[in-house]
């Protein structure tokens, strides 16, 4: 009787927080992949305007992230009209950057060293 009891306590457990683990992962793959095609624009094609748009809709979901602050400060730097809003946001990247290059990860939350 216990080992039923164990058995249905486990399985409601698995049937309640799997769900949430789930979108949990899937949250974070949108996001790899959102900022994978920010990048590309960026990086790639140079097209600041489609990357700063993009990087735009990242940072209101993660504001806190200095990485997107950076990307998007210097989209803005090359962008006409938005020179004081690129230095706001390269002002708040630039108090949360990596130690090291090492340290640099593209997805990650802290801005560049060269930020």
Same mark, same amino acid.
């Given at each position: 009787?216990?080992?039923?009891?164990?058995? +249905?306590?486990? /399985?409601?457990? @698995?049937?309640?927080? $799997?769900?949430? /683990?789930?979108?949990?992962? !899937? $949250?974070?793959?949108?996001?790899?992949?959102?900022?994978?095609?920010?990048?590309?624009?960026?990086?790639?094609?140079?097209?600041?305007?489609? +990357?700063?748009? !993009?990087?735009? #809709? @990242?940072?209101? #979901?993660?504001?806190? =992230?200095? =990485?997107?602050?950076?990307? /998007?400060?210097?989209?803005?730097? =090359?962008?006409?009209?938005?020179?004081?809003? +690129?230095?706001? @946001? @390269?002002?708040?990247? $630039? #108090? =949360?950057?990596? #130690?090291?290059?090492?340290?640099?990860?593209?997805?990650?939350?802290?801005?560049?060293?060269?930020?």
């Amino acid at each position: 009787m216990k080992r039923v009891f164990r058995r +249905a306590v486990i /399985l409601t457990f @698995l049937i309640f927080c $799997s769900p949430s /683990l789930f979108s949990q992962v !899937l $949250s974070k793959k949108a996001f790899i992949k959102s900022v994978q095609e920010a990048d590309a624009f960026y990086y790639y094609d140079e097209d600041y305007e489609k +990357a700063s748009i !993009l990087f735009e #809709s @990242l940072l209101k #979901s993660y504001p806190d =992230n200095s =990485n997107l602050s950076a990307k /998007l400060g210097i989209c803005y730097l =090359n962008l006409d009209g938005k020179k004081a809003d +690129a230095l706001k @946001l @390269l002002q708040k990247a $630039s #108090s =949360n950057i990596v #130690s090291d290059d090492k340290e640099y990860f593209e997805y990650g939350e802290k801005a560049p060293l060269d930020t």
